[in-house]
C-alpha cells in the first residue's frame, strides 16, 4: 500500500512526535479537472485547468456525476477513488478509501481522523439510500469497529 499520508506519519514519528498527538485529516471535498484530450483518464492525463464547480465539488455533486453516466475507478496503488467522463476528471474520497485511512490510524494508535469539511459530505442523502453524511459515518463505525477486541492489530 503506497499511501502518501504513511510516509508523512513516519517522518513526524523520526522527529520523535508521539503517535497519539497526529491526527489524520481526510478531505470530504472533490477536486476536478478539464482533460485536455477525452480518453486517457487515468492518473497523470493532462489538464487544461479546473474542471465541474471551478475545481471543486462536494460529494453530493460527485454522486450525481457517477449516476448520470460518470465512471468510477478504484486506484489499488493510492487507495483513493477517481471518476471521470468525456473532459472531465474527478479525484474524491469514498466510504472504501475513508474506511482505510481510517483502519490505518487506529492500527497506528493515532490520536484520530478528523475531516474537512463536514459541509462537502452528502448531508442530503443522495449518495446512499437517504442516508445523510455517509462520508463522515464511514470513518466514525471503522473507528468504532478498531475498538472492539476482534478488530484491534
Not at 105 to 121: E, F, I, P, Q
Request: charged letters at 20%; a positive charge.
Amino acid at each position: 500500500m503506497a499511501l502518501f499520508f504513511d510516509e508523512v506519519c513516519k517522518f513526524w514519528l523520526k522527529q520523535k512526535i508521539s503517535v497519539r498527538k497526529l491526527i489524520l485529516g481526510v478531505p470530504t471535498f472533490a477536486r476536478t479537472f478539464n482533460l485536455a484530450y477525452p480518453f486517457g483518464q487515468g492518473f497523470n492525463s493532462p489538464s487544461v485547468g479546473p474542471g465541474l464547480g471551478k475545481g471543486q465539488l462536494n460529494y453530493t455533486k460527485v454522486c450525481e456525476f457517477l449516476s448520470d453516466g460518470g465512471i468510477s475507478e478504484f486506484d489499488e496503488k493510492g487507495m483513493v477513488p477517481f471518476a471521470h467522463r468525456n473532459y472531465d476528471w474527478i479525484s474524491y474520497e469514498n466510504e472504501r478509501s475513508l474506511s482505510i485511512k481510517s483502519r490505518y490510524a487506529a492500527s497506528r494508535k493515532m490520536g484520530g481522523v478528523m475531516t474537512y469539511a463536514l459541509n462537502y459530505d452528502d448531508w442530503t442523502g443522495t449518495c446512499r439510500d437517504s442516508k445523510s453524511f455517509p462520508l463522515l459515518r464511514a470513518v466514525s463505525s471503522t473507528l468504532k469497529l478498531a475498538q472492539m477486541s476482534t478488530f484491534k492489530n
